[in-house]
């Protein structure tokens, strides 16, 4: 089992920066691939960024690539996500995500944690 609690979202304006924590229970935290979420209000959840066990493989949907940033840090059971340029339609609910396998498919994984609010304002 793996317990996640995001941390980090906020309102922030357009252009400003905001960085997101997720941390893990368990000691095998490196074993499992990364991911994160969003989802905006009638919309699907959608494939944000992805990150690997090793922390060597990182995978950004377009609509991100270029302005967030996701890491980890396995001594501290945390994943992070950068999130710099922000946009409104940025908004959304933000979930990090985790599985055994390196997977961009939401339905992949296997444990979710709350999820955090970033609202953009314009």
């Known amino acids: 089992q793996v317990q996640l609690v995001e941390s980090g979202g906020g309102l922030v304006q357009a252009g400003g920066s905001l960085r997101l924590s997720c941390a893990a229970s368990g000691r095998t935290f490196r074993s499992y691939a990364m991911g994160w979420f969003r989802q905006a209000p009638g919309k699907e959840r959608e494939f944000v960024a992805a990150?690997?066990?090793?922390?060597?493989?990182?995978d950004y949907a377009d609509s991100v690539k270029g302005r967030f940033i996701i890491s980890r840090d396995n001594a501290k059971n945390t994943v992070y996500l950068q999130m710099n340029s922000l946009k409104p339609e940025d908004t959304a609910v933000y979930y990090c995500a985790a599985h055994r396998f390196y997977t961009l498919v939401a339905r992949n994984y296997d444990y979710w944690g709350q999820g955090t609010q970033v609202t953009v304002s314009s």
């Open positions: 990150i690997s066990g090793t922390g060597r493989s990182t």
